[in-house]
């Protein structure tokens, strides 16, 4: 059962930048398509960005043009970029697996952006 670790959050204030870290232990990270998601207080888990095993990627609306995805198979990680971050970006982090339901949760990352 592989397992994530994610870290790199904080607080900080608008305007500002984070870089977050998704560690998977265990085999079978490079031959899947990883994504980064957020859970905010009283709403739902949504995936902000994606990125498939060759490097393509994706990004929710809300952050396009302000987050990058990127991966480094050799060391079974997955990071997110955040630039000019929004109060609203205010969230706990995770990464998984697409599609959903192969591996489990790991304990996420926690963003607090001030204004």
């Known amino acids: 059962q592989v397992q994530l670790v994610e870290s790199g959050g904080g607080l900080v204030q608008a305007g500002g930048s984070l870089r977050l870290s998704c560690a998977a232990s265990?085999?079978?990270?490079?031959?899947?398509?990883m994504g980064w998601f957020r859970q905010a207080p009283g709403k739902q888990r949504e995936l902000v960005a994606h990125i498939t095993t060759g490097g393509s990627t994706n990004y929710a609306d809300s952050v396009k043009g302000r987050f990058t995805i990127s991966r480094d198979n050799a060391k079974n990680t997955v990071y997110l970029q955040m630039n000019s971050l929004k109060p609203e970006d205010t969230a706990t982090y995770y990464c998984?697996?697409?599609?959903?339901?192969?591996w489990g949760w790991g304990q996420g990352t926690q963003v607090t952006v001030s204004s």
């Open positions: 265990g085999s079978g990270f490079s031959i899947n398509v």
């Open positions: 998984n697996v697409l599609p959903l339901g192969k």
